[in-house]
């Protein structure tokens, strides 16, 4: 085993002194090698909940190869477990990224023993770089949370709002959750009074709400807080018009971050495929990985012009034991003749199912039996019988409404990509990541 993972080593070695350009041979001696594309920038995309039965799928449903396939960057296995059990959560595995560590379930920025740990993005700043956090949740959710914020349960989320705010290693926040960072009096939920947005903007915060200020900023900027939603971002698939996609604030993101000559990290959650898993939705699981993909191609459109970046990706864990069901009748690409995600579907049947029938035959193009619809009034809830009967029609198996402790695909791109190979930990993936920066300290 030993052997074995010295010549892929060796292997790495060759290959970067070769992408580097660099004229060395083994007779020059003296200093290794710095390779000439050591990277500047790190941007990182978390697909929550995505595993390789998502890749699968949605390649089938896409019918075409996604950026990561068509430019092969597949490079590594990643396990999941946390510090207390196989199957992690969001909190743990957004702490293994961020910090190196593995922690305990529902924990923040903590070890196991409560001690606080550094962050990426701390030592990013350190380094004199820009940083910045993006997602399609609220902000202070989970995987954005364990890069800013330390506290022993993930719920705590106006404690997460305010932590954020104080941390002088950030410099940018976009995604929803305005509530949290309000008082009552102002619409929010914080119970301590404070107005957040106010403080933010009091401490050199330009602060964005709609998806037309964010598409308008004017470039100047010292820090940006963009709260679009007061919850959570809506899903992709039924997105508003006044908030952003997730691709527009990945790009205003890099935009603001790469001001700096320093460089910047930046990391990118699709917060919601996660969520589709716990639905075992395969449109809303689909849909929201298609628009996860538009910000995976922002990232490498800036790493393709400025080859001293690096793009990594990879989900935290995998969300309801997706299985590969596909087959000519029951094909992923027959979501496109789904109108409607189950939750909205399951809120359009009244409760005596009168018109059940009716919302099914309007939001799909499928047939439904007699005894499909039997089946959908018995079950317990509507919207997850109606995505498991869509599922069935699209080719899609669940086998959990919860995370699965399967490993999950790593894609890298540009300088250091080559960093990544094999089966890894979690927590390897941001001291790679450091790295490939030319930095250590987790
Ligand atoms: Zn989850």
Do not use: C
């Not at 007061?230 to 691709?247: I, K, M, N, V, W």
């Not at 990706?313 to 995600?341: I, W």
Request: negative net charge; aromatic residues 8%; hydrophobic residues 35%.
């Amino acid at each position: 085993m030993k052997k074995r993972f010295k010549s892929y080593a060796t292997l790495g070695l060759v290959a970067t002194v070769i992408l580097g350009g660099t004229a060395v041979s083994a007779s020059d001696g003296g200093e290794p090698v710095e390779p000439s594309n050591q990277a500047k920038n790190v941007i990182f995309l978390i697909p929550d909940g995505f595993s390789q039965s998502y890749a699968n799928s949605y390649k089938l449903y896409k019918d075409e190869l996604p950026i990561w396939d068509e430019l092969n960057l597949f490079r590594s296995h990643v396990m999941t477990h946390s510090s207390n059990e196989a199957i992690t959560d969001s909190a743990a595995a957004g702490t293994a990224f961020a910090t190196g560590k593995k922690t305990d379930n529902g924990v923040i920025g903590l070890s196991p023993d409560g001690e606080e740990l550094p962050t990426i993005v701390d030592i990013a700043k350190q380094a004199g770089k820009r940083t910045g956090l993006v997602s399609t949740s609220t902000i202070t959710h989970a995987t954005p949370a364990a890069f800013a914020a330390k506290v022993e349960s993930r719920g705590s989320y106006t404690e997460i709002a305010k932590q954020m705010i104080e941390n002088d290693n950030l410099d940018l926040l976009f995604g929803g959750g305005r509530t949290e960072f309000l008082p009552p009096e102002s619409g929010g939920i914080r119970e301590d009074g404070l107005d957040l947005i106010d403080y933010a903007e009091e401490n050199d915060y330009t602060y964005l709400e709609t998806r037309r200020q964010l598409l308008n900023w004017d470039g100047e900027s010292e820090k940006m807080l963009g709260l679009f939603a007061e919850e959570a971002l809506e899903p992709a698939f039924t997105q508003r018009t006044d908030e952003p996609s997730l691709g527009e604030m990945t790009e205003t993101a890099i935009e603001f971050l790469s001001a700096d000559e320093d460089g910047f990290f930046l990391m990118v959650e699709g917060s919601q495929i996660d969520w589709a898993g716990h639905d075992n939705d395969p449109l809303y699981a689909m849909t929201d990985t298609e628009a996860f993909e538009e910000a995976v191609k922002a990232a490498i459109d800036y790493a393709e012009e400025n080859q001293d970046t690096l793009v990594v990706m990879v989900g935290d864990h995998d969300t309801g034991g997706m299985a590969v069901h596909a087959s000519e009748a029951a094909h992923p690409k027959h979501l496109k003749e789904v109108n409607a995600l189950g939750l909205d579907m399951a809120q359009m049947v009244d409760h005596n199912y009168s018109n059940l029938r009716d919302v099914l035959e309007e939001q799909t193009n499928f047939e439904w039996t007699d005894e499909e619809l039997d089946e959908l009034k018995e079950a317990e809830s509507l919207k997850l019988a109606i995505n498991h009967a869509i599922s069935e029609k699209t080719g899609f198996g669940w086998s959990s409404y919860n995370h699965t402790g399967i490993d999950v695909p790593l894609y890298a791109y540009g300088a250091g990509a080559e960093k990544f190979s094999g089966t890894i930990d979690n927590t390897d993936v941001p001291k790679k990541m450091l790295e490939a920066l030319g930095l250590s300290g987790l």
